[in-house]
C-alpha cells in the first residue's frame, strides 16, 4: 500500500505540473529520495547494502561533481562522535557502572511499588547525561524490572510492568534529547544544526533551550500513561518486597573509570567547541579505556558495533547534503509556502511546519534518518519567511524525536514492544498521547519562548 502510494504521488506530481520547476538534477535527486524511502523503511533489502546503494546512484546520477563527494557524509564529525560515544557506553557497562544504577534502582524498591513507579521516571530523564545510549540504558534496566516484577509476584501484564516497559522505551527515547551528547539522534541534530542552520550551540545552551519543555511534556504523559494503565489493568500490588540478593561493593576501578567520564561531561559543559572540538574529549577518553589496565574498549567491543547503523547515517548525510547543494531543499520549500493561506501569521506559520514534520516523520523508520532529510527543506522555509532558525530547528528536534506511535519509530520503543509488554491498540494509545503531548508543547514553546 505505501509504495503504491508513493509511486501515485510521483505520478500525481508529473502530470499535475509539480516538478516543472525542478531541473533534471532536481527531479533524480527527489527520485533518490523516493528510492531512498523506500529502502529504509519497506525493503527487505539490508540498510547497510541499501545504504551504499543510495550512495552508488547519487553517482550514477550525476548528483555529484566527483565521485568523492558522494561520500561527504562519512566525513561529518556527528557520525564519528556517535561510533565513539557509542564504544564509552559499552565500555562502562563492561566496567560495571551498570550495577550502580541497579542499586540505586533496589534502593528505591524498599520503599514500595509505588515509590519505583515515581523514581523511574526521574532516573530516566537524567541517565542521559551519564549514559548516551538509549538501548544500553534499555539493556541495563529491563533485567531489574523483570526481576522485580517477579519479586512482587505479579502477572505478565501488570500495571508495573507495561508503566515501567513504556519508561524504558518511549520516555527513554524522549529523555535522549534533554542534552546534545546524550545519543546518536541529538548529537547528529546538533550537527545539522551547525551544517545547515548556520548556528552552533553549547552544551548549556542546548540544556536550556530543550529541557524545560522536555521534561514538562514528559511529566504530563508519564503521569497520563500511568492513569491509562491504572484504569486498564490490574491494581498495584502494595505486597511486602521480598529479600533480593544486593551487592553493595563498588565494581573494581569504579571511580577509576567514572570520574574521567564526569571530567568528558565537565569539558562539553565549560569548554569552547570553536576552540577544543566536542569530539575531542570522548576520543581522549576511548582511549584511556582502551589501555591494558582498564581494557574496555577493545577489537571485539569495535567489531560489535552496529556498522549497518553507521553506514545508514553516512547514506543519509550525504543524501541530505545533495538535497541541499542541488537547491531541491528549497523547491520544496517553496511548494510548503504555496499550500498556506495568506496571512496566517507565525501561529500558522509555526502549525503548518509542525502538521509537515509529523507527516514526513511516518516516511522513516529510524529518527536519524528522517532528521537529516527534513532538516534541509525547513531551514529552507525558514529562510525564505524569515522566520527563527533556532525555533524552527528544535520544533524539528522535538516532533521527530517525540514520534513513537508505531514500535519501529524507535529503537528502544522496538525493543519494549517486543517484550510483550503492551498489545498494539496499547502501543497506538500512549504512543499517539505521547506524541501529541510533546507536539503541542513544542508548538507552544516555538510561539511564545524559542
Do not use: C
Not at 566527483?66 to 565500555?91: C, D, H, M, Q, W
Not at 560495571?96 to 509505588?114: C, Y
Not at 533485567?143 to 508495573?160: G, H, K
Not at 525564505?384 to 532558525?389: A, D, F, K, R, T
Amino acid at each position: 500500500m505505501f509504495t503504491t502510494i508513493l509511486i501515485l504521488l510521483v505520478f500525481v506530481g508529473w502530470y499535475a505540473g509539480l516538478l516543472d520547476i525542478y531541473s533534471t538534477k532536481q527531479k533524480l535527486t527527489l527520485l533518490l529520495l523516493v528510492i531512498a524511502i523506500y529502502f529504509w523503511t519497506i525493503s527487505k533489502m539490508p540498510f547497510a547494502a541499501s545504504s551504499l546503494l543510495v550512495v552508488g546512484l547519487i553517482i550514477i546520477f550525476g548528483l555529484v561533481d566527483r565521485p568523492e563527494e558522494a561520500f561527504t557524509g562519512f566525513l561529518t564529525n556527528a557520525l564519528y562522535f556517535i561510533l565513539v560515544l557509542s564504544l564509552i557506553s559499552k565500555a562502562l557497562v563492561a566496567a560495571g557502572a551498570d550495577r550502580v544504577f541497579v542499586t540505586i534502582l533496589l534502593k528505591l524498591s524498599r520503599g514500595g511499588i509505588r515509590t519505583i513507579l515515581f523514581g523511574l521516571p526521574l532516573l530516566i530523564a537524567l541517565m542521559p547525561i551519564l549514559l548516551p545510549s538509549a538501548v544500553a540504558r534499555f539493556r541495563i534496566l529491563e533485567p531489574i524490572i523483570e526481576q522485580l516484577n517477579v519479586t512482587f509476584n505479579m502477572e505478565q501484564d501488570s500495571m508495573f510492568r507495561k508503566y515501567s516497559m513504556y519508561v524504558i522505551g518511549m520516555m527513554n527515547q524522549n529523555s535522549t534529547m534533554i542534552v546534545f551528547t546524550g545519543g546518536g539522534f541529538p548529537v547528529l541534530a546538533a550537527q545539522l544544526l551547525k551544517d545547515f542552520g548556520g548556528v552552533q550551540i553549547s552544551w548549556i545552551g542546548w540544556f536550556i533551550l530543550i529541557a524545560p519543555p522536555l521534561w514538562l511534556s514528559m511529566f504530563l504523559v508519564s503521569f497520563g500513561v500511568f492513569k491509562y494503565f491504572q484504569h486498564t489493568t490490574e491494581e498495584v500490588s502494595m505486597e511486602a518486597l521480598q529479600q533480593l540478593d544486593e551487592d553493595t561493593q563498588l565494581p573494581k576501578r569504579f571511580w577509576w573509570v567514572v570520574l574521567p567520564f564526569g571530567l568528558m561531561i565537565l569539558s562539553w559543559v565549560v569548554l569552547d567547541q570553536e576552540t577544543v572540538p566536542l569530539i575531542i574529549a570522548p576520543i581522549i577518553l576511548a582511549s584511556y579505556y582502551a589501555l591494558p589496565i582498564n581494557n574496555l574498549v577493545t577489537d571485539s567491543l569495535v567489531r560489535s558495533y552496529d556498522w549497518e547503523n553507521f553506514l545508514l547515517l553516512g547514506a543519509s548525510f550525504s543524501l541530505g547534503y545533495v538535497i541541499e547543494e542541488t537547491g531541491t531543499a528549497l523547491i520544496l520549500a517553496g511548494q510548503m509556502l504555496e499550500l498556506l493561506p495568506d496571512g496566517i501569521g507565525d501561529f500558522g506559520n509555526i502549525l503548518f511546519v509542525a502538521i509537515f514534520i509529523f507527516i514526513l516523520r511516518f516516511l522513516f523508520v529510524v529518527p536519524s534518518t528522517s532528521m537529516i532529510v527534513i532538516f534541509p527543506i525547513i531551514m529552507s522555509y525558514a529562510e525564505i519567511l524569515g522566520l527563527s532558525v533556532i525555533t524552527l530547528a528544535f520544533l524539528v528536534i522535538m516532533i521527530i524525536g517525540g514520534v513513537t506511535i508505531m514500535p519501529i519509530h524507535s529503537p528502544t520503543t522496538f525493543l519494549a514492544f517486543q517484550k510483550g509488554a503492551f498489545s498494539k491498540k496499547e502501543q497506538y494509545a500512549i504512543g499517539g498521547y505521547s506524541s501529541f503531548i510533546i507536539s503541542t508543547v513544542a508548538i507552544i514553546w516555538a510561539l511564545f519562548i524559542w
